[in-house]
């Protein structure tokens, strides 16, 4: 299962992401459960008091989300900002899905597929060299990467970190427990950043084993 992006328009942020067949099956398989969550009305009563800007994201990353299931070329274009609403679609359809006890087993991959590509916009950070801060031999280059990346960031752009690496590097750091205030901003901030994507992903895993509970005992009923 794989999926990958790269820029085409680096001032506008238009992606041009591929993926392989097992990717846009997660999709599918993902995508009318998640139409169902997000138009159960105890969902939309939850939903609706948080305005019609967070309505509308949420409707245009489920438009994304179709895109990556129907697109039979296994190719799409979108702007940056349309794929960072398709990921925060499906954290928090996911999420809300676990409040109504529906099915969640097809999320898990499909939300990190995303993760491996969404990137947020990321504030400025003074950070210290990050052979100051880490041994590299003990953390992946991934990290590694994406800290010297924030450090070296120039110009008005900001660079494209992986959702993925971001939460890589919140764990990394709060293995460590920094003391410096400029690593223990960055931990803070990392921290909000991935807060619901970690509850997410700890919730899916307490519905598949609540889900396969519940399918358990209806074959022992169905036996008895």
Not at 98 to 126: G, H, R
Request: charged share 20%.
């Amino acid at each position: 299962m794989n999926i990958n992006c790269k820029l085409k328009d680096q001032a506008g942020r238009f992606l041009v992401v591929d993926y392989d067949a097992q990717a846009q099956a997660a999709f599918t398989k993902m995508l009318p459960i998640a139409h169902k969550i997000w138009r159960d009305p105890q969902i939309q009563e939850v939903i609706r008091p948080h305005g019609i800007a967070l309505l509308s994201r949420m409707d245009a990353g489920l438009t994304v989300l179709r895109q990556f299931s129907i697109n039979a070329a296994q190719m799409i274009e979108i702007p940056e900002a349309d794929l960072q609403a398709a990921f925060e679609a499906a954290v928090i359809i996911s999420e809300a899905g676990v409040a109504i006890e529906k099915d969640l087993s097809s999320f898990p991959d499909v939300i990190m597929l995303l993760a491996k590509i969404a990137s947020p916009v990321v504030p400025l950070f003074p950070l210290p060299p990050a052979a100051e801060v880490f041994d590299r031999d003990l953390i992946s280059p991934e990290v590694w990467d994406c800290f010297e990346r924030m450090r070296h960031r120039s110009g008005a752009t900001p660079p494209r970190l992986a959702f993925l690496n971001l939460y890589q590097l919140w764990f990394v750091l709060t293995q460590m427990r920094p003391t410096n205030d400029q690593l223990k901003c960055l931990l803070q901030y990392l921290g909000e950043l991935t807060g619901l994507f970690r509850c997410a992903m700890g919730s899916q895993a307490t519905a598949v084993v609540h889900l396969v509970k519940v399918a358990k005992k209806a074959r022992q009923r169905r036996k008895s």
